[in-house]
Each structure stands twice: as C-alpha cells, then as structure tokens.
C-alpha cells in the first residue's frame, strides 16, 4: 500500500498536537478559539445564506410545469 510522507507527517503532527492537551477535546477546542482570536486573519463564515435556498427551489417550475422536479430526489 502506498504511503503519502506528507499525510503520514500532518497525521504525527496532529497526534502531538492532540497529546499535548491529553486527548482533552475541550481543551483542544479552547486552543483553537484563542489561536484564532490572536491571529490577524479575518474570519469567514462558511455556513449557507438563507435566501441562496429559497432561490432555486422553484427552478424547474420557472422552465415549465412539465419539466420533473430534481431537486427533490428519492432514495
């Protein structure tokens, strides 16, 4: 099986990182939050616009009553 040196490196990385605060979830999270807070970096939220929903939701009756709906698909 191939193995990636990158991969293998940011998955030590992470496992040094996640020691460090004993496996604490909370703790790691509390790290994060003030790491974040002291960077000068701007922060953006990637979380869906509430209109970009109800924009496309009538597309297929917009091209006609006959054209099937595939945005609601069935499993």
């Known amino acids: 099986m191939y193995q990636d040196a990158i991969v293998e490196e940011i998955h030590r990385i992470r496992e040094e990182y996640s020691r460090s605060f004993n496996h604490d979830l909370k703790a790691i999270f ?3 939050q003030k790491q974040q807070a002291e960077s000068e970096r701007e922060v953006v939220s990637l979380s869906r616009k509430p209109g970009l ?4 939701s009538g597309r297929a009756r917009d091209l006609g009553e006959d054209t099937k709906d595939i ?3 069935s499993t």
Do not use: I, M
């Open 30 to 32: 509390a790290d994060l």
């Open 71 to 73: 945005s609601r698909r």
């Open 53 to 56: 929903t109800k924009r496309w």
